[in-house]
């Protein structure tokens, strides 16, 4: 479920808005983009793998809202983390190499 938007590290540019499939973001002009609808959130990580400033934490599990503190470094480590671990961004290699579920997929058929 999506928890944070950091104001630190948002530029606006409301790319979640527009990635996010159930609308859970609402657009503020000047400023980042408010968590409307957190309980329509599916977890799906489409806002926080668009992100280009890395200024979205997803928490995994999407049952109930999670606390989480900006301020805190291990919030700061999270935010972005999806999109870091698949290889989206700059400076970042992708893993798509590394997933071996063809292979699953080859044998089931």
């Given at each position: 479920?999506?928890?944070?938007?950091?104001?630190?590290?948002?530029?606006?540019?409301?790319?979640?808005?527009?990635?996010?499939?159930?609308?859970?973001?609402?657009?503020?002009?000047?400023?980042?983009?408010?968590?409307?609808?957190?309980?329509?959130?599916?977890?799906?990580?489409?806002?926080?793998?668009?992100?280009?400033?890395d200024a979205?934490?997803?928490?995994?599990?999407?049952?109930?809202?999670?606390?989480?503190?900006?301020?805190?470094?291990?919030?700061?480590?999270?935010?972005?983390?999806?999109?870091?671990?698949?290889?989206?961004?700059?400076?970042?290699?992708?893993?798509?190499?590394?997933?071996?579920?063809?292979?699953?997929?080859?044998?089931?058929?």
């Open positions: 479920m999506i928890e944070l938007v950091s104001t630190a590290r948002c530029t606006a540019c409301n790319i979640c808005v527009s990635a996010c499939p159930t609308n859970v973001f609402e657009a503020v002009p000047d400023a980042p983009p408010r968590i409307a609808r957190q309980e329509d959130c599916q977890t799906c990580f489409m806002c926080e793998l668009y992100c280009p400033e979205l934490y997803v928490a995994p599990i999407a049952d109930g809202s999670a606390v989480v503190d900006e301020a805190e470094p291990a919030t700061a480590a999270l935010m972005g983390s999806y999109r870091s671990a698949i290889g989206w961004g700059r400076g970042r290699q992708s893993t798509a190499s590394a997933d071996a579920s063809f292979e699953l997929l080859r044998r089931a058929h």
